[in-house]
């Protein structure tokens, strides 16, 4: 299983938003259907960066460092 640490822009409200996931496409539909916290203040998130990593504790690390 690959995990990726991830930020994601908001045009409307001017954000970013830095996290990481095992599924990334799932997560992002999920943050545009404003159904997560920080991410429910907008709905046309993008991704804007993405890294693969190949142990959780990796994408946990740099998400922690961005």
Known sequence: MMYYTY????????RYYICYTNDIERRINEHNKKRVGYTKIADDWILVYKSEHEEKRSAMQEERKI
Do not use: A, G, P, R
């Open 7 to 14: 930020i994601l822009h908001s045009t409307k409200q001017n």
